[in-house]
């Protein structure tokens, strides 16, 4: 039996799990309960852990192997670690927008596991939402008609050459324009792989449209998807320390960092996880 609390932090997702120090081996126990709670909470967060790159990526594997993103610089000398950073003097965030991680890849990521290095004074929080409760929340009718679309999803128009992000502060920030190719269809609604529960699967920043209906009629039914899917009922927010870890599942969550923070610093550490194809 392993000797971690986990203490929920909303009524629709989230824990926070107690007595795990990341600067030892994570016994097995552990990382099955926290595994656990990561299916039960779709977000888990730790507090105060101080720990190396090294100790940041044996976490992220006991989640699973390592997928590296295209897209974010890397941190020096762990190309696993991905920089999620804001300078002072730079305006722009990276991910003010509701999103799911990867979702433009042919098996999106499973997740990602967040360690705050900087922090500012205040603000910075991030913020997220269960798109279980975003589908179980739906009429009937909806749900049925969900359930037979599927949505394109692209890191085009967000990596791409023709990105808006050239024109602004995140240009220094990110990089590979020319790797942002990933074109793919996902089912609206997809059953979690691990436990079979259904989640809306469309995001802002990445989804482009429905496959087979108009521009028009897309916009008309994803703009609703949106709105639905950020009610405040289904979202957590989580105030960053320097060591704290956030482990979300980008099968059934998006999530958002708040830019308020504008004149400050915060550094963050991403890894994301590897996942399978979603059905
Ligand atoms: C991200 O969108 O992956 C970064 C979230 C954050 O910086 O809070």
């Given amino acids: 039996m392993s000797g971690i609390e986990i203490e929920p932090i909303a009524g629709s997702l989230g824990a926070e799990i107690r ?3 990341l600067t030892r081996p994570l016994a097995d126990a552990d990382a099955a309960d926290i595994r656990g709670a990561l299916g039960q909470h779709s977000v888990i967060f730790l507090r105060g852990q101080k720990i190396t790159p090294e100790q940041h990526i044996a976490f992220a594997r006991s989640f699973g ?4 993103n295209r897209f974010f610089t890397p941190v020096d000398g762990h190309p696993e670690i991905a920089e999620v950073r804001k300078e002072p003097e730079q305006k722009r965030n990276i991910g003010d927008i509701w999103h799911t991680d990867h979702s433009y890849d042919e098996k999106p990521a499973m997740g990602s596991v967040l360690l705050a290095r900087e922090v ?15 589908y179980e929340a739906l009429s009937d009718g909806l749900k049925r008609t969900l359930e037979t679309l599927r949505a394109r ?3 085009r128009h967000v990596f791409g050459p ?3 992000y050239h024109g602004s502060d995140l240009a220094s920030r990110l990089r590979n324009t020319e790797a942002a190719t990933q074109d793919v269809v996902h089912p609206v609604v997809i059953r979690h792989p691990d436990t079979g529960r259904k989640a809306l699967y469309v995001n802002r920043s990445f989804t ?14 994803l703009g609703f998807l949106y709105e639905h899917g950020s009610r405040p009922e289904f979202t957590c927010r989580f105030r960053w320390q320097p060591g704290s870890i956030a482990v979300w599942d980008n099968r059934s969550t ?12 915060r550094l963050m550490h991403r890894i994301t996880i590897e996942g399978v194809a979603l059905q």
């Fill in 19 to 21: 007595g795990v120090d």
């Fill in 65 to 68: 192997p390592i997928v590296v």
């Fill in 120 to 134: 500012p004074s205040r603000g910075g929080d991030t913020m997220f939402a269960s798109m279980h409760l975003a």
């Fill in 153 to 155: 999803h692209s890191s």
């Fill in 162 to 164: 023709e990105a808006p």
């Fill in 208 to 221: 482009t449209g429905i496959e087979g209906w108009n521009p028009d009629e897309s916009a008309a039914l």
């Fill in 254 to 265: 998006w999530h958002y960092a708040v830019n308020d923070y504008q004149g400050e610093r």
